[in-house]
């Protein structure tokens, strides 16, 4: 996911101890690795469990992601395919819907890194499929000082989805209701 929020996601949803965290920015290095991880703190990954509204355990893997924004992307769906691949003797529809993918994007790097065209390219082909990825792209209209117009030779930051006829859904963040109801609508497509 991009990197602002990461820290947040990884304390309340994820559920990493506050405690663990600063730790880690005080210089506590992991001792199974050599120089610590050689990353900022806030690319690190981490598996916890979400717990719903409803008291329903969801367990919940952040990967890790290095400077290089999207390059995790297909690691992401490679680790989904992985974990889906747990389940052999179900049907291709049940191991789809039993392991979700969600790739939180830049506007800028989604429309500007080739790494999401080459995913997104791969995602039909039978060794690659996960049964869809759900992509969140944050629209900022700043992509590393660069405008809009000067950043993509399309209209919007997500057209590079049209490749594989994803439906894309626009809304806007200053309305939380909207918001909520295309999520809905987004994860029951994918399902």
């Known amino acids: 996911m991009a990197h602002r929020g990461r820290l947040n996601v990884l304390t309340n949803i994820i559920g990493k101890k506050y405690g663990e965290l600063f730790k880690e920015f005080e210089g506590d290095l992991d001792p199974e690795t050599v ?16 717990v719903g509204p409803h008291d329903i ?8 992601n290095p400077s290089h924004l ?9 680790m989904t395919r992985a974990k889906q691949d747990l389940f052999p003797n179900w049907d291709d529809a049940a191991r789809g819907a ?4 969600l790739l939180i994007h830049g506007d800028a790097a989604f429309a500007g890194q080739g790494v999401v065209a080459e995913t997104l390219n791969l995602s039909m082909l ?17 992509g590393f000082t660069t405008s809009p117009e000067s950043a993509r030779s399309s209209v919007y930051a997500t057209d590079v989805a049209k490749m594989v006829q ?9 309305d939380p209701e909207a918001c909520v109801r295309v999520a809905k609508l987004a994860f029951a497509f994918r399902q």
Do not use: C, M
């Not at 039978?126 to 700043?142: A, C, F």
């Not at 994803?166 to 200053?174: C, L, M, R, T, Y």
């Open 57 to 64: 355990p969801s367990p919940v893997t952040l990967a890790s």
């Open 35 to 50: 120089q610590g991880s050689g990353d900022v703190k806030y690319h690190k990954g981490a598996n916890g469990t979400f």
């Open 126 to 142: 039978p060794g690659y499929r996960t049964g869809g990825t759900v992509h969140l792209v944050i629209n900022n209209q700043v």
């Open 98 to 101: 039993s392991v979700l993918s």
């Open 70 to 78: 999207e390059a995790v992307d297909p690691v992401v769906e490679g």
């Open 166 to 174: 994803a439906p894309i859904f626009h809304v806007n963040g200053d």
